[in-house]
């Protein structure tokens, strides 16, 4: 999510900036859900045990 951003960039102004510039005039889809890719992984790798 876009709050922890500021993590990696440790730059409050610089990570403001740069999501704003990133979802000027578009949209922002807020997916929650179960990952499919998660769980494809964590079955290959029960399989590969």
């Given amino acids: ?3 922890r ?3 990696i960039f ?5 990570t403001a900036a740069l999501i704003d ?3 000027h ?3 922002v889809i807020n997916m929650n859900g ?3 890719r998660i769980k ?5 790798l029960e399989k590969s045990n």
């Fill in 21 to 23: 510039r990133m979802t």
């Fill in 40 to 44: 494809e992984t964590k079955e290959w």
């Fill in 25 to 27: 005039k578009s949209y």
């Fill in 1 to 3: 999510s876009f709050d």
């Fill in 5 to 7: 951003w500021n993590e």
């Fill in 10 to 14: 440790n730059d409050a102004v610089l």
């Fill in 34 to 36: 179960d990952s499919y």
